[in-house]
């Protein structure tokens, strides 16, 4: 009904006055940004300048910015069934609305769900809307792919060009993806640090390369940081202006931050607020600002969290400190630039904590405590598209490419992957 009244408002019928006309471009332009982008992927078909017009990355741009575009969150719930074997895991992504009432647990709108899958191992994201999903199938083989929820549009990633020396048992690696403003190419970091069978530091290697969307390939880079740094992956994707940010933590037990330029794709460095060397620290975003947020993981039931900001670079204000009264928990992310979202770690909830009411709202959420595999993340939806010029993919094609993408390997493969004790 709605679709059909706002096409009668733009185009009116033939019958009408000869002095009824349809409405200014620009207004129609500003009436369009206002809508869900489930609304505007229908009107596409109304007529090809609606559908130049809202395919234009300035279109995208403005959509995704407009205040009507309000960030949400959108949990990403993974679990474990044990009891069977193969180890089979389900996956479940949560949009939760955009006002959350204190004390009620809101309603869950279901964006993905996979019911019995092998291979998923973590999202990170969103950037632009955007998602980076991994799955990895035996030993350190890990697969890509960029996810659009609200377009549901998918497409998996190439191999990245890795070369492995034998000597090495064990690895970390951390992601980020981001956009580069110059080009317009979305772009995917990886960095992989591996240890030898020794754990000689000396002889550890850091490997990177970085994907381009637009090209559709990867390149090597060159790392300038030590290899015995361990970066952590953030809460959200930590991606500003163009840099992707990691925090990052030596044997001194100092933190400092590393960082991607996304359009000269070089690796820098930051200072960080002065971290207690037994105190936890991650990296979020607050608006449209990068946050630190650190505490002291060995106290959950008085623990005290303090939020700064990065005004410039080099300087920090901090802008909140939260001691949440509540069981055992850890903090998942920072949603509405003050509320916190934690993991109650006895009952397995997860939970909305408002610092200035001291409000507690279950959001509905079981999670697996056996598993490192909640996550909770701001989320605005995008009309940002993913696939290349020469490709074409309809929306229910996508949620099969994606569907396959992390389905069950076949009997014979699971098999082969318990007989060597591969399959996590």
């Known amino acids: 009904m709605f679709v059909s009244f706002l096409i009668l408002l733009i185009f009116p019928p033939v019958w009408m006055e000869d002095g009824h006309r349809p409405l200014p471009e620009d207004l129609v332009a500003d009436i369009l940004l206002r809508l ?34 309000c960030a949400r969150l959108l949990v990403c719930n993974l679990k474990v069934a044990r009891e069977v074997h193969p180890i089979v895991k389900s996956v479940v992504f949560s ?23 092998t291979d998923f191992t973590c999202v990170a994201g969103p950037v632009n809307g955007l998602f980076l999903v991994q799955k990895k199938f035996y030993g350190y083989d890990v697969c890509l792919g960029l996810w659009n929820p609200a377009t549901r549009e998918f497409r998996s990633l190439p191999p990245a060009p890795f070369e492995i020396e034998a000597f090495f048992s064990h690895h970390d690696h951390q992601f980020g993806l981001g956009f580069d403003l110059l080009t317009l190419d ?7 640090v591996f240890w030898d069978e020794l754990g000689q530091g000396a002889n ?26 361990t970066l952590s992956a953030p809460l959200d994707a930590t991606y500003l202006n163009g840099v992707y940010y990691w925090l990052c933590r030596g044997l001194d037990e100092i933190y400092t931050i590393r960082t ?18 037994e105190h936890w620290g991650t990296l979020t975003l607050r608006g449209n600002s990068l946050a630190l947020l650190t505490g002291d993981p060995g106290k959950p039931m008085t623990s005290i969290y303090d939020v700064w900001v990065l005004k410039q670079e080099g300087i920090w204000s901090k802008v909140l400190t939260v001691q949440p009264h509540i069981d055992a928990h850890w903090p998942r992310n920072i949603w509405d630039n003050d509320k916190m979202v934690f993991e109650i770690t006895e009952t397995s909830q997860l939970v909305l ?19 490192a595999g909640c996550w909770v993340f701001n989320y605005k939806e995008s009309l940002a598209p993913i696939k290349r010029g ?13 569907e396959h993408y ?5 009997m014979d493969e699971d098999l082969t992957a318990l007989t060597y004790g591969i399959l996590w």
């Open 390 to 402: 020469n490709e074409t993919q309809g929306e229910d094609n996508a949620v099969q490419q994606i």
């Open 204 to 229: 550890n290697r850091v490997y990177a390369c970085v994907y381009s969307s637009c090209n559709n390939s990867w390149k090597h880079l060159t790392p300038e940081f030590p290899s015995s740094s």
């Open 95 to 117: 949009l939760l609305p955009e006002e959350i009432v204190p004390g009620v647990t809101p309603e869950q709108k279901t964006l993905l769900q996979l019911p019995r899958i």
């Open 36 to 69: 869900p982008v489930e609304s505007l992927l229908r009107f596409k078909c109304v007529c090809k300048h609606w559908y130049a017009l809202i395919k234009s990355p300035s279109f995208i741009e403005k959509h995704f910015h407009h205040n009507n575009n």
């Open 353 to 371: 904590y408002d610092p200035k009411t001291r409000q507690v709202t279950d959001l509905g959420f079981q999670l697996d405590l056996n598993i």
């Open 186 to 192: 979305y772009k995917v970091v990886w960095i992989r």
């Open 260 to 277: 991607f330029d996304m359009n000269s794709e070089q690796f820098g460095e930051m200072q960080v607020p002065a971290i207690p060397s």
């Open 406 to 410: 992390f389905s069950t390997i076949s």
